[in-house]
């Protein structure tokens, strides 16, 4: 959801910008022409007193004509460029911006029709494409039935952009994703594989209300069998682009299925603030594992998970979320990889032996704390750092359950993290 916003955020603050210069010259001009009534005519007759200055200088008095001049005709001349280009020529110029984009950053965008508003701020485009290919991280090729959006254009000139709806009808195509090593450096299995090219993309919007029905979706990932992802339906308000996953898994509902696993989010007012629910059951677990780059998520084989999390948050702009997590594993085992790294195994292997020597189903309920700030300019919930408190919220559970401490879990943990620490400084010592 994310993207498909991001990528027609970009498109609205294009199209605006020759609306955004009109709008500063003809301030500019406003400004120009009361300056020299004000000054020029109410103080005119006032001669100068004691040296000070004196407003109804001449040369003072013929800058501010050229100036309101030179702007008043940019601003009828651009003015005109607005109305010809929004009346006449107001399609081929959306095809041209989208042309732009594309050279700037790789992303091409068609459509067989659009319709609009420069004035109005109205956007309705009809049989969207949108397509990413090439050596990139995350690559689409993607088709928009309808799209349609309004946007305040005040809100371009000062502060964040602003949309007050925008609506999205069927979502079709591929989504590739390029897998992420088992040792890679901690920083680069926490970015998702954002790049400089996607952070162009990255402008602050707030769109009051989106709307997405209709999302068909087959997403690749090296190595992994392809998934499908069907959305029924998204509905998010208000949704911020700097926050675009927290709003998009906790001020959202979305209905859809993935494989033939039901996914559901689920959220209300509860007066002060929000309550939402996650629920998922019967989801394969490998799915997890392949999606989740956590260990020993991602060591699961077979068997399926419910899950089942519920939290509560005060709307103050700075939430604290309540979470309850309920985790069952129905006939999972694990797998732990040969050429897994020290830290991984002292973390996860815990995990994965009690697993393993269950029988029956593995149960699981813990709860957790997040604060909103952590989801801030992040590009999922692995880089807000969720699955860490899960893993961790897991071994807790575990150690409670195996009549274990939590103590002797965390010393575990921090003996592999301090001999990881030893070796790293031995090995710098060498170098030296």
Do not use: C
Request: net charge negative; proline share 3%; glycine share 6%.
């Amino acid at each position: 959801m994310e993207l498909l916003i991001a990528l027609i955020a970009e498109l609205i603050v294009a199209i605006f910008v020759p609306l955004i210069v009109l709008i500063v010259e003809a301030v500019f001009s406003f400004i120009a022409f009361v300056s020299y009534h004000l000054f020029g005519h109410v103080i005119e007759a006032r001669p100068s007193i004691g040296g000070k200055f004196n407003f109804d200088h001449p040369l003072l008095r013929k800058g501010l004509v050229i100036v309101s001049a030179v702007f008043g005709v940019l601003f009828v001349l651009g003015l005109v460029a607005i109305f010809v280009l929004n009346t006449f020529l107001f399609t081929p110029t959306i095809r041209w911006i989208s042309d732009q984009a594309y050279e700037q950053t790789g992303i091409e965008i068609g459509f067989d029709d659009v319709d609009g508003s420069f004035f109005g701020g109205a956007l309705d485009f009809s049989n969207l494409k949108i397509e990413r290919r090439g050596d990139y991280p995350t690559e689409y090729d993607l088709t928009v039935k309808t799209a349609a959006l309004n946007i305040d254009i005040t809100s371009l000139l000062f502060g964040m952009a602003s949309l007050s709806s925008l609506t999205v009808d069927g979502v079709k195509g591929d989504a590739w994703t390029k897998a992420i090593a088992e040792n890679a450096p901690e920083d680069a299995s926490k970015s998702e594989g954002i790049t400089s090219e996607d952070a162009k993309l990255r402008r602050a919007f707030r769109i009051d209300k989106v709307d997405i029905t209709n999302v068909n979706l087959t997403l690749h990932k090296e190595g992994v069998a392809a998934l499908s992802l069907d959305v029924e339906s998204i509905d998010s308000a208000p949704f911020r682009s700097e926050f675009a996953v927290f709003d998009t898994f906790f001020r959202s509902n979305i209905k859809g299925r993935v494989n033939d696993s039901v996914v559901l989010i689920m959220t209300q007012n509860n007066g002060t603030g929000r309550s939402t629910q996650w629920a998922i059951e019967d989801f394969p677990a490998e799915l997890v594992g392949h999606y989740v780059e956590r260990a020993p998520f991602h060591w699961f084989v077979g068997g399926t998970i419910d899950l089942d999390v519920r939290d509560e948050w005060e709307d103050n702009g700075n939430a604290e979320i309540d979470m309850d997590w309920r985790l069952a594993l129905k006939d999972v085992r694990v797998v732990t990889p040969e050429n897994v790294g020290f830290v991984n195994r002292a973390i996860a292997g815990p995990i994965a032996n009690y697993i393993n020597s269950r029988d029956d189903d593995v149960d699981l309920r813990f709860v957790l704390v997040m604060n909103e700030e952590k989801f801030k300019t992040k590009s999922s919930l692995s880089a807000a750092g969720l699955w860490d408190a899960v893993v961790d919220g897991t071994a807790k559970a575990i150690a409670e359950k195996s009549k274990s401490t939590t103590e002797e879990v965390k010393e575990g943990i921090n003996n592999a993290v301090d001999f990881f620490e030893g070796y790293l400084n031995e090995q710098r010592k060498d170098d030296e």
